[in-house]
């Protein structure tokens, strides 16, 4: 089986990928400060077995309370939303942004498992 999965970050119609910079992350971070986003994740499963393949989209809305530009700039100081989809770990120190979450946690880490559970599972995987 191969399992790939691609997570990105939207909020209205602009879409966050992983920051180039520092720069850009603080005004990512900026943006999401007191609103709502969504958290898309990608999923595709092909088995080399079959050679079937299974695709799917799952969404997470996410709503992060007022941020202060300290805090800001000491999440950005630890690096550790370099490199994910809308400059945050939501599983690390961002954790402390979050006010409220709709949908699949794990789908905010950036790997669904409900989701890629239930296509495992209509693909024969005994799960």
């Not at 939207?10 to 999401?32: N, T």
């Not at 079959?50 to 999440?75: H, K, M």
């Not at 950005?76 to 809308?86: F, S, V, Y």
């Not at 954790?95 to 789908?107: C, H, K, P, S, W």
Request: charged content about 25%.
């Amino acid at each position: 089986m191969v399992i790939g999965a691609d997570t990105l970050v939207a909020i209205g119609d602009r879409v966050l990928g992983k920051p180039s910079s520092r720069a850009e992350a603080r005004e990512m971070l900026r943006e999401l400060s007191g609103r709502e986003h969504r958290v898309l994740t990608g999923l595709c499963v092909l088995s080399g077995w079959s050679g079937e393949e299974l695709t799917s989209l799952e969404e997470t809305v996410v709503r992060f309370r007022l941020l202060g530009e300290g805090e800001i700039d000491a999440y950005l100081a630890t690096g550790e939303g370099d490199d994910k989809a809308g400059a945050y770990a939501i599983q690390s120190r961002a954790a402390l942004f979050v006010e409220g979450i709709r949908g699949d946690f794990y789908n905010v880490m950036g790997l669904p498992l409900c989701r890629l559970g239930l296509m495992l599972r209509e693909m024969g995987v005994r799960v």
